[in-house]
């Protein structure tokens, strides 16, 4: 992604970027949130730095400890 992406006013070109740093910000949650897990970090330690409620940090997350 460059400048032009940032300023592009084709709504598609725009939708795209918005698009990739959604897949990005999830993946980056997925491997920290799995990393707090394995150092022993709480459910309610992470909702709290990401900001969401405990409930909502483990239903999100906990499927893939299983």
């Not at 990005?24 to 309610?44: F, I, K, M, P, Q």
Request: hydrophobic share 45%.
């Amino acid at each position: 992604m460059d400048e032009d992406d940032l300023t592009a006013t084709d709504p598609a070109v725009g939708l795209a970027a918005v698009a990739a740093l959604h897949r990005l910000a999830e993946r980056l949650e997925n491997v920290h949130v799995d990393h707090a897990r394995e150092a022993g970090w709480s459910w309610a330690e992470i909702a709290a730095v990401l900001g969401v409620s405990k409930q909502a940090a483990h239903q999100k997350h906990q499927r893939r400890e299983e």
